[in-house]
Each structure stands twice: as structure tokens, then as C-alpha cells.
């Protein structure tokens, strides 16, 4: 299984971006796909998760300002961020948990640099 991210960038505070996942390799009926960020000498952290019923969580300090969305027929998942302040500026990490029957895997994709000016 690969991921493979896109979208991160450089951005003025109160800008967008959008990143986007995807994966390959084998399909899964069951998953959740997510990001993850990791700040420089911070712990990586989550930011929002979305599962295959498109039932999603998020971390409080994105929550109202950023919304993870998917297509399924693509395995594709979309991040969008709006409001951007300097304190999101961190690597993104796509995140893919795929279930089959009780084996669950972790998979990660090569991480995503946003940058978010003042």
C-alpha cells in the first residue's frame, strides 16, 4: 500500500490550502483516512480523521476552520483548511487504518510541508 500526499504550500494567515490523500496498492472496504501534523519540536498530533461511513473527528484547535472529506471510488481523502494561522504551520502526514477482518494496519505517507505566515 502507498500514500501519496499533495497540496501543502506556503500561505498568508487567513488563507486556504488543501491537501489531498491518496492510496493505492490494495482496496479496503473498511478504513480511516486522516492527517496528521508535526510541528518543529512538537509531538505529532492529530488533526481530523475521516472513516469509509464519512463518520469524522477533529482536534479542537482545527475544528470550524478545516473540513476532511473523501471519495471512496478514488481513495482519495481531502483536506481543506481555511483560516490558516501561523500556529498550523507544521508537516502533514496522511494516515490511512485499514481493517480486514481483525487485522488492523497502519500506513503512512511521506509528509506534506505547510508554511503559514503572519
Known amino acids: 500500500v502507498q500514500l501519496q500526499a499533495s497540496g501543502g504550500g506556503l500561505v498568508q494567515a487567513g488563507g486556504s490550502l488543501r491537501l489531498s490523500c491518496s492510496y493505492s496498492g490494495k482496496t479496503f472496504r473498511f478504513n480511516k483516512m486522516g492527517w496528521y501534523r508535526q510541528a518543529p519540536g512538537k509531538q505529532r498530533e492529530l488533526v481530523a480523521h475521516?472513516?469509509?461511513?464519512?463518520?469524522?473527528d477533529y482536534a479542537d484547535p482545527v475544528k470550524g476552520r478545516f473540513t476532511i472529506s473523501r471519495d471512496n471510488a478514488k481513495n482519495t481523502a481531502y483536506l481543506q483548511m481555511n483560516s490558516l494561522k501561523p500556529e498550523d504551520t507544521a508537516v502533514y502526514y496522511c494516515n490511512l487504518v485499514t481493517l480486514r477482518g481483525t487485522v488492523v494496519n497502519d500506513y503512512w505517507g511521506q509528509g506534506t510541508q505547510v508554511t503559514v505566515s503572519s
Open positions: 475521516i472513516s469509509t461511513r464519512d463518520t469524522t
